[in-house]
C-alpha cells in the first residue's frame, strides 16, 4: 500500500524535478524512486491488509507481483535514455512520471478487491500507455500505433465495463468476496443469466488487455509502432499486472463457474498458442517477432490460469518473472543494435541488422543469446523452470482436462525455438557490420544483471521460488 | 408525497432498462467496427460506456445500493481523462496526415 | 575421491580456462582441450580398473542436495545431484572418454575461431559425459538438454555450406524429443515419492543415515495404503526410485496398478512412447532420422567424429536407462513395433547408403542403419540382445569414429567427398587404404573385428526373443548383405583401378602421422573387440542380467 502511495507522490515530485535545469538527476531519481517503491513494498511482508473499505488488499501474493513490476519498471527505466530524437522537443520528466503513474495503476489492478479499483488501476495504466506508445510525436508510426491502441483499447474498456455492469446486476456488489459468495452460494433462484455473459465480457476485456488471442490484433501493430522502450515496457509489465488481475478475478470470485470459465479459457489459449508462435515465424523484423512472442508468452501463462491449481499463482509469478527479464534484455539489445545503421530515419529492427553482432560486442550478442533461450524454455535458463512449473499445473489439474492444451504448447514451444533463435542464427553465424558498438556503463551493469538472473534463476530456481 | 428518485426509475421494469441498455450499446460496437472517422469511432466509443453508464444506474435504483452510482461517477471521471488523452493523439495524427480517417493508416502491417 | 565429477569438472575447467585465457595465443586453446580429453580418458581407464564387475548396482556413487522446491499440497520436489555407474553406462563412458580425446586430436585442424572452438567443444564433452553418470533424471534431462546448445554452434559456426539449415533442423528435431521426455519427467515425478526423504520429513527417522531397508519397506506400505500426508511425501527425480513400482503414489498417473487412461490409452503406454520418442530422435530411429545426414555432411570432421560415435549413443542408452528402465510393461507390449522400426532403419539405412554418391552421407546412412541393430537388439528382451546391443553401440562408436576420420582425411586433402571423383587410391595412399579397409571391413560385420559380435549377438537376441515375430532375425540379415554391398563397391570405386582423379594428383598424399594417430588406435580397439568381446561382454553381462529380471 504504502507502495502505491509513495509511487504517486514521486510521479508528482518527478514532474517538478521536469523544472530544473539539469536533466542528468532525472534518471538517478527515478531509480531511487523506484528502489524506494520497491522497499517500501517489502515492509508488509508477511502481513494482510484490507484498505479503504474493503477497496485493496496487499498480502505476500501482492507483494510478489508488485516486486516483479517494479523490478522490470526500474530496468526498463535504467536502460532509457533520451526520448524522441531532438533535445527540444523531449520532456524526459514527464515521460519517467508517466511511467510511474502507469505503475501505480499496475500494483492497483494487482491488489484490489473491488471491482471499481480494477477499473481505475486498468484505466491509470492504459491512459498512460496510449500517451506513451505516441510519445514520439514527429514519427507516422508512433502517431498511428497510439491510436490504433487507443481505440482498440477503449473499446475493450467499454466492453469491459458492460461485463461488470452485468455481474453487478446479477450479484448486486463490486466486491470480489461478495461477488465469489454468491456465485459458489448459489442463490435460491439459481445463478442469474446476467452473470454468465458477464463474465464472458469481463473475459474478453481482460483478454484483451493481456494480448490474447483472439483479442491480440492490436498487438504486434501497438508494439511495433511504439518507441521500443516503452514496448519492452508494455510488453513486460501489463503482463504481469494482466495476469494477476486476471487469475485474481477468476478464482476469488468465480471459482463456482469454473466449468465455464475454464472452457473458454483453453480454447483462447490453444488459440494464443497457435497464433504467437507460428505467425512470430513469419516475421522478418525482430520487434515484430518479439511482440508476437509476447502473444504466445500470454498463451502459456494462461495455461496456468485455466489449470487453476493450488500452483498457479507461483507459477505464474516464476513465468513472469523469467519472461519480463528475458524480454527486457531482448528489446535492451534491440534498442542498441537498431539504432546502429537506421533506414531512412528510422532503426533498423531486420533479422540482418544482427548479423554479426557477436563480432561487434561480445556481451550484448551474449545477453540476447541467453535472453532468447530463456524465452525459448532451454534448460540452466528461467524460462524452462517457468514452462515446467506452468506445465507441471497443467499435469496436475490432469490429463483429460489439459492434455490437448500441453500437446500445443509442447509444440508450439518447438516452433518458438526456431524463431528465438533466428536471432542467436544471426548474431553469431552470419557476418556483417564489423563496426564495434558501444555502451554506457549502467546499460552495461543492466545487460549483466538480467543475464546473471535469467542463468541464475536456471540453476537454482528453488531461492526465488520459496518465496512465491 | 413527492415520489423519490428509485421509484420514478421503478416505473419502468427493469429488463426494458437492460434491453435499452443493450441496443446503445451493440450500436456502440457496430460504430466502432464500420465507421472509418477516428472522431465518429471514439464517439462511439463514449456510446458504449454510456449504455454502461444507464445499467448500473437502473441496477443501482432497483437494489437501492448507491456503489452502482458511484462507480457511474468513476466512469464518467475516468471517460474524460481518456477523452483528453484521445482527442491529444488524433490531433497530433492530423498534424501529420491533415486527415483522421484510420484507412489512411497502414504504416505498420500485420 | 569423486570421479564421476571429475568427468564432468575437468572438460569444464578446460571450458572455463579456454575463457579466460587470453586470445594473444590462439594455439594453447587447443592443448588446453587435448590435455584435459587426455585426462578424462584416462580416468575413465582407471574407472574401467576399479570397476567390480560382477556386482550389478551402481557404483562410485555422488548424491547432494540440489534444488529443493515445497510445492504446497503437491508436496516437495527434491532434485538431486545425483551420479553413479554400472555396467550398462560404463562401456559407453569408456568410449566417450576415448572418442573425445581422439575428437580432440582431429580438432587441431580447426584454424578459425580457435578460443570459441574449444570451448563449445570441451563444453560438449561435460555434457555427454554427464548425461552417461547421471542418476536423477532430471540432471539427466539437464545435461542432454544442454548438449544440444554447443553442438549446435559446433555444426553452425564450423561446418560446410548448408550450416545454418543443418544446425537449426539438429536443434529442433532433438528439442522436439526432449520435450517429449519433459512431459513424461513431470508425470513421473508427480507419481514418484522418495522412500528415504519422506521417512525424514514424516519424522519415522532423525535423518537421512538412519534410514533402513525396514524403514524405506515401511514407508513403500504406507505410502500404498495412502495413509502419508499429501504435503509430507517429497518427490524425487532419481531414477533408481523411480524403476521401484513400490514408490509409486497409489492413484498417481504413472502408477502400474492405478493404470489410468489418456486420450483413450493408457497413460504408461503413453509415456513409454513418448520417451521412446524423445530417444528415437536421437538414436535416431526411421523415420526420425531425416536431420543426421544433414548434420553430418555439413558438421567439421570432429565434430561428425563426436556425434557418430557419442551422441547417437545417448539415444540407445536414453532408451535402456529411461524407457525400458523405467516403463517395462511399456517395453513388453511395443516390443514387436520396436524391433520392426529396428528393422526398417536397418534395411532402409542400408539402401540409403546404397545410393549415396556423397562419402559422409554414405557413412551417415550406415550409422542409421547399425544403430537399427541396437534398437532390435533391445527390443528383443534377451541377454545375448541387449548385451549385443551395447556392444553394437561401443562397436560402432569405433567405426563410426574412424569411418568419419576416414572420409576428413579425403576432405582436408581436396575438399570434395563424391565418390566419382577418384579411382584407383590405393597406389598413390597405401596407408590409407588398409585403414580404410579395417574400418569397412569392421562396419560390414567381416568376423574378427567388432562389428561382427554386435551385429551377431542382437540378430541372435532377436531369434531367440519370445517377443519378435520370426521374420524380423532374418530381414536384419539383410541390412548386413546390404552393408557388405555398400561398402565393398565404394572400396572398389575408391581405391581400385588405375588411378584418377578430378583434383590435383600431388594434393593426395597418404596419411600423416597425425591422422595415424588417431585411425591406428581405432583399429587396433575394433580388433581387439572382434577377438576378445569378453572384455566387454564381462563388463556389461551381470547389470544387464539383473535389468532383465523386470520383463
Redo the contacts between chains.
Keep these: 500500500m504504502l507502495s502505491i502511495i509513495s509511487l504517486s507522490l514521486f510521479g508528482i515530485l518527478n514532474l517538478f524535478l521536469g523544472f530544473l535545469k539539469s536533466r542528468r538527476v532525472l534518471l538517478p531519481a527515478t531509480l531511487l524512486f523506484i528502489a524506494l517503491a520497491f522497499a517500501a513494498n517489502l515492509l508488509d511482508w508477511n502481513h494482510q491488509y484490507v484498505y479503504f473499505r474493503d477497496m485493496l488488499r496487499t498480502n505476500n501474493l501482492f507483494i510478489n507481483f508488485s516486486s516483479i513490476i517494479l523490478l522490470t519498471t526500474f530496468l526498463t527505466v535504467a536502460i532509457s535514455r533520451s526520448f524522441g530524437t531532438d533535445e527540444e522537443h523531449t520532456h524526459p520528466a514527464e515521460y519517467y512520471a508517466i511511467m510511474l503513474f502507469s505503475v501505480v495503476g499496475a500494483l492497483m489492478m494487482v491488489g484490489f478487491e473491488n471491482l471499481i479499483m480494477l477499473f481505475i488501476g486498468l484505466e491509470i495504466l492504459s491512459v498512460s500507455l496510449y500517451v506513451l506508445t505516441g510519445s514520439d510525436k514527429r514519427s507516422l508510426r508512433s502517431n498511428e500505433a497510439a491510436l490504433k491502441y487507443f481505440l482498440m483499447g477503449s473499446f475493450a474498456t467499454g466492453i469491459f465495463l458492460f461485463g461488470i455492469a452485468l455481474v453487478y446486476g446479477a450479484t448486486g456488489s463490486f466486491n470480489l468476496s461478495a461477488i465469489g459468495s454468491y456465485v459458489s452460494g448459489g442463490p435460491t433462484t439459481g445463478i442469474s443469466p446476467l452473470l454468465y455473459v458477464g463474465l464472458l465480457f469481463i473475459l474478453a476485456g481482460m483478454l484483451f488487455k493481456v494480448s490474447a488471442a483472439p483479442f491480440h490484433f492490436w498487438t504486434p501493430d501497438v508494439y511495433d509502432g511504439a518507441p521500443t522502450l516503452f514496448t519492452a515496457f508494455m510488453s513486460t509489465v501489463v503482463k504481469t499486472a494482466g495476469f494477476a488481475a486476471l487469475y485474481r478475478l477468476l478464482t476469488v470470485s468465480f471459482t463456482g463457474v469454473y466449468g465455464l470459465w475454464w472452457q473458454v479459457l483453453t480454447g483462447v489459449t490453444v488459440l494464443t498458442l497457435l497464433v504467437g508462435n507460428i505467425t512470430a515465424v513469419y516475421q522478418s523484423s525482430v520487434k515484430r517477432m518479439l511482440a508476437y512472442s509476447s502473444v504466445s508468452h500470454a498463451g502459456y501463462l494462461l495455461i496456468a490460469v485455466a489449470a487453476k491449481t493450488p500452483q498457479s499463482p507461483s507459477a505464474i509469478l516464476f513465468y513472469s518473472l523469467a519472461y519480463s527479464i528475458a524480454t527486457i534484455t531482448g528489446f535492451a539489445v534491440l534498442i542498441l543494435v537498431a539504432e546502429q545503421k537506421p533506414i531512412e530515419g528510422r532503426p533498423d529492427e531486420r533479422y540482418e541488422a544482427f548479423n554479426g553482432l557477436a563480432k561487434r560486442n561480445p556481451l550484448l550478442a551474449f545477453s540476447l543469446a541467453v535472453s532468447m533461450v530463456s524465452l525459448a524454455g532451454i534448460p540452466l535458463t528461467a524460462g524452462f523452470w517457468g514452462k515446467f512449473f506452468v506445465f507441471s499445473t497443467a499435469v496436475d489439474r490432469g490429463m483429460t482436462n489439459m492434455g490437448m492444451v500441453l500437446v500445443v504448447a509442447v509444440l508450439m514451444s518447438v516452433v518458438g525455438v526456431y524463431y528465438y533463435f533466428r536471432v542467436i542464427i544471426a548474431s553469431y553465424l552470419k557476418t556483417g557490420d564489423s563496426e564495434p558498438i558501444g555502451i554506457r556503463p549502467l546499460y552495461r551493469f543492466i545487460l549483466v544483471l538480467t543475464t546473471a538472473l535469467t542463468i541464475g534463476l536456471g540453476l537454482f530456481p528453488d531461492v526465488v521460488r520459496q518465496l512465491f | 408525497m413527492q415520489p423519490t428518485i428509485p421509484d420514478v426509475v421503478q416505473t419502468i421494469p427493469l429488463p426494458y432498462y437492460i434491453w435499452f441498455a443493450s441496443a446503445l450499446f451493440v450500436i456502440g460496437i457496430v460504430g466502432v467496427l464500420t465507421r472509418r472517422n477516428a472522431i465518429i469511432i471514439f464517439m462511439s466509443v463514449e456510446v458504449m460506456l454510456n449504455a454502461v453508464n444507464l445499467l448500473l444506474v437502473a441496477f443501482s435504483a432497483y437494489r437501492s445500493d448507491p456503489a452502482g452510482q458511484v462507480f457511474v461517477f468513476f466512469i464518467m471521471a475516468v471517460a474524460a481523462a481518456e477523452v483528453s488523452v484521445g482527442l491529444a493523439i488524433i490531433v497530433m495524427i492530423y498534424r501529420n496526415i491533415q486527415s483522421i480517417d484510420i484507412g489512411l493508416l497502414n504504416r505498420l502491417k500485420g | 575421491m569423486p570421479y564421476l565429477s571429475l568427468l564432468i569438472i575437468l572438460p569444464l575447467l578446460a571450458a572455463l580456462l579456454v575463457v579466460f585465457l587470453p586470445n594473444r595465443n590462439q594455439t594453447t586453446f587447443r592443448w588446453i582441450a587435448l590435455v584435459a580429453s587426455l585426462l578424462n580418458f584416462l580416468l575413465t581407464l582407471l574407472l574401467f580398473f576399479r570397476f567390480d564387475k560382477s556386482v550389478a548396482g551402481y557404483q562410485f556413487v555422488e548424491q547432494t542436495d540440489w ?8 508436496g516437495v520436489v527434491s532434485i538431486d545431484y545425483f551420479l553413479g555407474l554400472d555396467g550398462i553406462s560404463l562401456p559407453l563412458v569408456l568410449l566417450a572418454g576415448l572418442v573425445l580425446a581422439i575428437g580432440a586430436i582431429s580438432s587441431f585442424e580447426i584454424k578459425q575461431k580457435q578460443k570459441a572452438y574449444f570451448a563449445l567443444y570441451s563444453l560438449l564433452s561435460a555434457s555427454l559425459m554427464g548425461c552417461f553418470v547421471a542418476l536423477d533424471l532430471f540432471l539427466f ?2 545435461f542432454f ?2 548438449m ?2 554447443p553442438m ?2 559446433l555444426i ?2 564450423w561446418g560446410g555450406e548448408r ?2 539449415y543443418a ?2 533442423k539438429f ?2 528435431y532433438t ?2 524429443g526432449s ?2 521426455i ?2 513424461v519427467m ?2 513421473l515425478y ?1 507419481s514418484v515419492a522418495d522412500p528415504v526423504e519422506t521417512a525424514v520429513a514424516m519424522g519415522l527417522v532423525p535423518g537421512k543415515e538412519l534410514v533402513d531397508a525396514n524403514v524405506i519397506a515401511d514407508v513403500q506400505n504406507y505410502l500404498q495404503e495412502g495413509r502419508i500426508e499429501a504435503d509430507q511425501i517429497v518427490h524425487t527425480f532419481s531414477i533408481p526410485y523411480m524403476a521401484e513400482p513400490g514408490n509409486y503414489l497409489p492413484q498417481s ?1 504413472l502408477n502400474i496398478a492405478a493404470d ?1 487412461v ?2 483413450g490409452q493408457s ?1 504408461r503406454m503413453l509415456a513409454f512412447v513418448l520417451v521412446f520418442l524423445g530417444f528415437a530422435v536421437k538414436l535416431p530411429v526411421v523415420p526420425l532420422h531425416t536431420w543426421l545426414p544433414d548434420a553430418h555432411v555439413e558438421a567439421p570432421t570432429p565434430v561428425s567424429v563426436v556425434l557418430a560415435g557419442v551422441l547417437l549413443k545417448i539415444g540407445g542408452y536414453g532408451f535402456i536407462r529411461i524407457a525400458y528402465g523405467l516403463f517395462p510393461d511399456g517395453a513388453i507390449v511395443f516390443a514387436p513395433w520396436l524391433g520392426g522400426l529396428g528393422v526398417l532403419s536397418i534395411v532402409y539405412g542400408a539402401l540409403n547408403a546404397l545410393a549415396m554418391n556423397d562419402l559422409k552421407r554414405m557413412i551417415a546412412y550406415s550409422s542409421v542403419s547399425h544403430m537399427g541393430f541396437v534398437l532390435l537388439g533391445l527390443a528383443s528382451l534377451t541377454s545375448e540382445g541387449v548385451n549385443g546391443a551395447l556392444f553394437q553401440m561401443v562397436s560402432h562408436g569405433i567405426l563410426s569414429a574412424m569411418l568419419f576420420l576416414i572420409a576428413g582425411v579425403l576432405y582436408t586433402r581436396t575438399h570434395d567427398r563424391q565418390l566419382d571423383s577418384y579411382r584407383g587410391l590405393a597406389a598413390r595412399m597405401p596407408g590409407y587404404v588398409t585403414l580404410t579397409a579395417i574400418a569397412f571391413f569392421g562396419s560390414l560385420g567381416l568376423p574378427a573385428l567388432s562389428g561382427f559380435i554386435g551385429e551377431f549377438f542382437t540378430i541372435m537376441g532377436a531369434f531367440n526373443s519370445p517377443y519378435l515375430p520370426n521374420w524380423m532375425a532374418p530381414v536384419a540379415t539383410l541390412g548386413i548383405v546390404l552393408a557388405a554391398g555398400y561398402f565393398l563397391w565404394t572400396l572398389q570405386r575408391l581405391f581400385f583401378g588405375e588411378f584418377w582423379s578430378k583434383h590435383e594428383a600431388g594434393l593426395l598424399t597418404d596419411v600423416t602421422p597425425r591422422e595415424r594417430l588417431m585411425l591406428v588406435p581405432l583399429a587396433a580397439l575394433a580388433l581387439m573387440l572382434g577377438i576378445l568381446p569378453g572384455i566387454l561382454l564381462n563388463l556389461t553381462q551381470s547389470t544387464v542380467g539383473e535389468f532383465l529380471k523386470n520383463f
Design positions: 534444488i529443493t522446491l515445497s510445492l504446497g499440497p503437491l534431462f539437464l538438454e544442454f544440444l546448445l549446435y554452434f553452425g559456426l550450416r545454418e544446425s537449426i536443434f529442433v528439442f522436439l520435450i517429449f519433459l512431459l513431470i508425470g508427480l498417473l489410468h489418456l486420450f497413460a
